[in-house]
């Protein structure tokens, strides 16, 4: 057969388990394919974009190794790829199936459009563990739990672990495309990007080595409630899942083979099962968003939008710049402004603080983390803020109001965390770190500190800002209990 195939890539930018790209290297020969679309990728100037043209990079450098050249195109998805299929005479466009609102979409379009070429085609299961389709209650309606979701999706990996392949042993490659060229992408992925290189090194063949590495010598330490010593134990893989340099099947198949983790008769180590549920976590927010399309940026529970949220730039600009006058608050925002990446707990510290203490709507939170997570994944976020926000179908209430000086004791006790983020707080003795504000003004100069001059005064006291939250939602919620419909 002398006609090639086009493989079109989205976030599965790897050898290894890539069904779509195996199974065309069987067939035939390959054209690795893709289509930068402005309407589904991540937006130039954020932090993901920065990891896409890396990751970009590293798979165009493993073809070419291969004798294989990655075509690059910037357009409408669908029509790119289905003129390119005609323009060359394609035998046929296999793709890895698409899970978010916008890639469902292409698939659609896609789907439409090669069919009107008489192109054919085929589509293969997605970068997930389970098939979202497929996995429902009794009642045959999506899960929105997660429990029973986790129970499920367990039950359904005992009976059949996903099949893992390898990394194709032979591909065929295809004359000359026309592309563009990664590098003059690269000059658009401006925000941050020195920053980022310093922390990340995105690409199938590091970021497997990493978790290789994560898996022999810290997943039984892990404890997704960890900051400082955390960032060490957690695992953050959550750029490469994202993106698709390692496969979620893979990942699940070596906890399988280390630590038998599917397998509830046997002894799991804690950390691992911890580690599993949280994989899980990923999975059930991806489910929730194939299921229900608005998640990202709409409550889940519509009464929601009526919520009187605040609008307030200012306060919302200081928590962007890590300037809310709490240790760990700011520590935290710094630390994605520099790293793109923040552990989980934090995340929850800083949502929290965002959504109860300055009363600024969750949106405008996952905004700014789709701008600057290196990871921003638009399920994982969008369901994690409605978690936090009490929005969500599983969900924290909204009455659960994080104090921000207990948690900061409570998740770096040893302050080595703040220390790290926060250079001008580092010479504080531990006593006086997570609430500086407490300290006489004389004893804190004594460290260097000068409150509202090199570090800043609170911008909100949190008691008043916890009962403000309290008031807001009570007043709210008072039509609909009166009304006998809560
Ligand atoms: C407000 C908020 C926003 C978030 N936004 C994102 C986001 O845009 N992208 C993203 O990947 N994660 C997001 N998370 C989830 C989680 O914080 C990150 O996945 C995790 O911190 C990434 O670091 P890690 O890879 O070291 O994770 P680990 O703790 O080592 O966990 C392993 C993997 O499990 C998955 N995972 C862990 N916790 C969660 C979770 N709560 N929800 C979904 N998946 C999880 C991730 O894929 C992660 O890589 C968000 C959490 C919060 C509270």
Same mark, same amino acid.
């Given at each position: 057969m002398s006609k090639p195939i086009i493989v079109a890539l989205r976030r599965?930018?790897?050898? #290894?388990?890539?069904p779509a790209l195996y199974h065309a290297a069987e067939e035939g020969q390959v054209i690795p394919v893709y289509v930068l679309d402005e309407s589904a990728a991540?937006?130039?100037?954020s932090a993901s974009f920065w990891w896409l043209i890396q990751s970009l990079k590293s798979l165009s450098l493993r073809l070419a190794d291969r004798g294989v050249s990655l075509i690059l195109r910037r357009g409408q998805y669908a029509v790119v790829l289905a003129n390119l299929a005609a323009s060359i005479g394609a035998y046929s466009v296999f793709w890895n199936e698409g899970i978010f609102p916008g890639e469902k979409k292409q698939d659609e379009q896609l789907r439409h459009r090669l069919s009107q070429h008489s192109v054919p085609f085929r589509v293969f299961p997605a970068n997930?563990?389970?098939v979202f389709g497929t996995v429902?209650?009794?009642?045959?309606t999506p899960y929105r739990l997660y429990s029973p979701f986790f129970q499920q999706v367990l039950s359904i990996l005992r009976e059949q672990t996903p099949r893992v392949l390898p990394a194709p042993g032979d591909i065929k490659g295809f004359g000359v495309i026309p592309s563009d060229s990664v590098r003059s992408w690269e000059?658009?992925?401006? @925000?941050n990007s020195g920053k980022l290189a310093l922390y990340w090194q995105p690409g199938e063949e590091h970021q497997r080595a990493h978790w290789q590495h994560f898996l022999e010598t810290s997943v039984e330490q892990y #404890?997704?409630?960890?900051t400082y010593d955390n960032e060490r134990g957690?695992?953050? @893989?959550s750029g490469a899942l994202h993106f698709g340099e390692i496969s979620i099947r893979r990942v699940m198949k070596d906890l399988v083979d280390h630590?038998?983790?599917?397998?509830?008769t046997r002894q799991v180590p804690p950390g691992i099962q911890t580690f599993f549920k949280q994989l899980m976590w990923r999975e059930f927010s991806a489910y929730l968003l194939y299921h229900f399309p608005s998640l990202a940026d709409t409550p889940?529970?519509?009464?929601?939008?009526s919520f009187p949220w605040r609008h307030a730039p200012k306060s919302l600009k200081s928590w962007q710049e890590g300037h809310s006058g709490y240790p760990i608050i700011d520590a935290g925002m710094r630390q994605l402004r520099q790293m793109g990446w923040i552990p989980n707990r934090i995340r929850m510290i800083v949502a929290s603080f965002l959504v109860?203490? @300055?009363?600024?709507?969750?949106q405008e939170g996952a905004k700014w983390f789709r701008e600057r997570l290196?990871?921003?994944?638009e399920a994982s976020n969008g369901v994690s803020w409605q978690w936090i926000s009490g929005t969500g179908f599983d969900h924290i209430p909204?009455?659960?109001?994080?104090?921000p000086v207990t948690q900061s004791h409570k998740f770096d006790s040893t302050g080595d965390y703040i220390r790290m983020w926060i250079p001008e707080l580092a010479k504080l003795p531990l006593s006086l770190l997570?609430?500086?504000?407490?300290?006489p003004r004389d004893v804190l100069e004594s460290f260097g500190v000068h409150l509202g001059d090199n570090y800043p005064l609170r911008i909100v006291h949190h008691e008043h800002a916890r009962q403000r939250a309290l008031n807001s939602y009570a007043e709210w919620k008072k039509p609909a209990t009166e009304s006998g419909s809560d």
């Amino acid at each position: 057969m002398s006609k090639p195939i086009i493989v079109a890539l989205r976030r599965d930018f790897r050898l #290894d388990d890539n069904p779509a790209l195996y199974h065309a290297a069987e067939e035939g020969q390959v054209i690795p394919v893709y289509v930068l679309d402005e309407s589904a990728a991540p937006p130039v100037q954020s932090a993901s974009f920065w990891w896409l043209i890396q990751s970009l990079k590293s798979l165009s450098l493993r073809l070419a190794d291969r004798g294989v050249s990655l075509i690059l195109r910037r357009g409408q998805y669908a029509v790119v790829l289905a003129n390119l299929a005609a323009s060359i005479g394609a035998y046929s466009v296999f793709w890895n199936e698409g899970i978010f609102p916008g890639e469902k979409k292409q698939d659609e379009q896609l789907r439409h459009r090669l069919s009107q070429h008489s192109v054919p085609f085929r589509v293969f299961p997605a970068n997930y563990s389970s098939v979202f389709g497929t996995v429902m209650t009794q009642q045959n309606t999506p899960y929105r739990l997660y429990s029973p979701f986790f129970q499920q999706v367990l039950s359904i990996l005992r009976e059949q672990t996903p099949r893992v392949l390898p990394a194709p042993g032979d591909i065929k490659g295809f004359g000359v495309i026309p592309s563009d060229s990664v590098r003059s992408w690269e000059s658009d992925a401006s @925000l941050n990007s020195g920053k980022l290189a310093l922390y990340w090194q995105p690409g199938e063949e590091h970021q497997r080595a990493h978790w290789q590495h994560f898996l022999e010598t810290s997943v039984e330490q892990y #404890d997704s409630r960890g900051t400082y010593d955390n960032e060490r134990g957690s695992s953050k @893989l959550s750029g490469a899942l994202h993106f698709g340099e390692i496969s979620i099947r893979r990942v699940m198949k070596d906890l399988v083979d280390h630590y038998d983790v599917l397998n509830g008769t046997r002894q799991v180590p804690p950390g691992i099962q911890t580690f599993f549920k949280q994989l899980m976590w990923r999975e059930f927010s991806a489910y929730l968003l194939y299921h229900f399309p608005s998640l990202a940026d709409t409550p889940a529970d519509r009464d929601w939008i009526s919520f009187p949220w605040r609008h307030a730039p200012k306060s919302l600009k200081s928590w962007q710049e890590g300037h809310s006058g709490y240790p760990i608050i700011d520590a935290g925002m710094r630390q994605l402004r520099q790293m793109g990446w923040i552990p989980n707990r934090i995340r929850m510290i800083v949502a929290s603080f965002l959504v109860k203490d @300055l009363l600024i709507s969750w949106q405008e939170g996952a905004k700014w983390f789709r701008e600057r997570l290196v990871d921003a994944d638009e399920a994982s976020n969008g369901v994690s803020w409605q978690w936090i926000s009490g929005t969500g179908f599983d969900h924290i209430p909204f009455f659960r109001i994080y104090n921000p000086v207990t948690q900061s004791h409570k998740f770096d006790s040893t302050g080595d965390y703040i220390r790290m983020w926060i250079p001008e707080l580092a010479k504080l003795p531990l006593s006086l770190l997570h609430a500086p504000w407490q300290a006489p003004r004389d004893v804190l100069e004594s460290f260097g500190v000068h409150l509202g001059d090199n570090y800043p005064l609170r911008i909100v006291h949190h008691e008043h800002a916890r009962q403000r939250a309290l008031n807001s939602y009570a007043e709210w919620k008072k039509p609909a209990t009166e009304s006998g419909s809560d």
